[in-house]
């Protein structure tokens, strides 16, 4: 009987199926400006990243953009001297069926990301590297976390707001 449900409960779950179309570098830009005006001695980098993302429908059937925005700054931590810059947008088409259109939005912007992950990582270790610092390998980002705080910003921006 418990096989039953089981069987009966899989049927009723929609199959949910996601595929990375394609992905890759919408804009970039590296900028070493420790490069102009060296530093003396060893340097301690104080480095802040900044995530943001975006999404939305593509004009085919399912298929969805996701684009994640990373800004990077590196500053020394005794002067607070800039090192470097880096600021990237990559992103993902993908095509996705079965996921309810009211869980469509926290899936684009949790699921997708985590997808493109591994490869801005990749990216951003090879741009610091090859621009002159040791290569930036960047923490795992909570995706979860980030849309929580996305819509907690949102419902406090709307409260704030006067009425019309």
């Known amino acids: 009987m418990a096989e039953e449900l089981q069987n009966g409960a899989a049927q ?27 530093a003396t001695g060893q340097v301690q980098p104080d480095v802040k990243v900044q995530v943001a993302l975006d999404a939305k429908k593509r004009e085919g059937d399912n ?21 470097f810059v880096l600021e990237l947008e990559y992103v993902g088409v993908f095509a996705i ?30 741009v610091t590297r090859d621009g002159g610092f040791p290569p930036l390998n960047l923490d795992t980002i909570d995706f979860v976390q980030l849309y929580r705080a996305e819509l907690q910003r949102r419902s406090a921006a709307q409260a704030a707001a006067p009425a019309n």
Do not use: W
Not at 19 to 31: A, C, G, P
């Open 12 to 38: 009723q779950a929609p199959q949910v199926k996601m595929n990375v179309m394609t992905q890759y570098i919408r804009d970039m830009s590296f900028e070493n400006i420790l490069a102009r005006k060296p």
């Open 63 to 83: 298929q969805f953009e996701v684009m994640m925005k990373l800004t990077i700054n590196s500053v020394t931590k005794e002067t607070g001297d800039s090192m």
């Open 97 to 126: 069926e079965g996921v309810p259109e009211e869980q469509m939005h926290p899936f684009l912007l949790i699921e997708c990301p985590r997808m493109l992950f591994p490869f801005v990582r990749r990216i951003v270790s090879d």
